[in-house]
């Protein structure tokens, strides 16, 4: 008798977890989508070709957005119809977008631009110094003609000179 009536509740239970599930599962479909969804939509544009994209996409994208959500039970079905994206998402990822061709070309500008600059930096530092020296020399030049002859102590040999 005991045993009746645990495999009663055991079954019971079972019933209970299943409809559960189901309910939730249901209740799961009729759940809106959240953003992440909503912008893997949106980047399904560089992933299947336009053409493919407007003629198979958007209009299973207007016919789910009627209402002006899309839930997850729409999403799969969306993703049951298109088929084959993983492949089309690998190729995608690996080809080179028109965004990643700028961001280089502008890199190496940048970098171009920063060894230009250090070029010019160490050469202009270069040519200041010799024009500094060549002045310091012209000075000394000038200032060496101008400048009276040493005293000479009396009784001094010569080459001596008087402080």
């Known amino acids: 008798m005991f045993k009746n009536i645990v495999i009663a509740v055991l079954a019971a239970c079972c019933i209970f977890l299943v409809v559960n599930q189901r309910m939730e599962r249901a209740a799961w479909g009729e759940e809106e989508i959240g953003p992440a969804e909503y912008g893997g939509l949106a980047a399904l544009r560089d992933v299947i ?23 997850r039970g729409q999403l799969v079905e969306l993703g049951k119809k298109l088929g084959g994206l993983g492949s089309q998402t690998l190729a995608a990822v690996e080809r080179e977008r028109p965004q990643d ?24 530092s270069r040519q200041m110094n010799e024009a500094m020296r060549e002045l310091g020399e012209t000075w000394n030049s000038m200032t060496r003609k101008n400048a009276p002859a040493p005293e000479q102590k009396p009784g001094t040999g010569q080459g001596e000179v008087a402080l």
């Open 101 to 124: 061709k700028i961001a280089r070309a502008w890199n190496d500008a940048l970098a171009g631009a920063r060894e230009g600059a250090a070029d010019f930096g160490a050469s202009f």
């Open 49 to 71: 070709p336009a053409e493919e994209y407007r003629e198979k996409v958007l209009p299973l994208l207007q016919e789910a957005l009627k209402s002006g959500k899309m839930t």
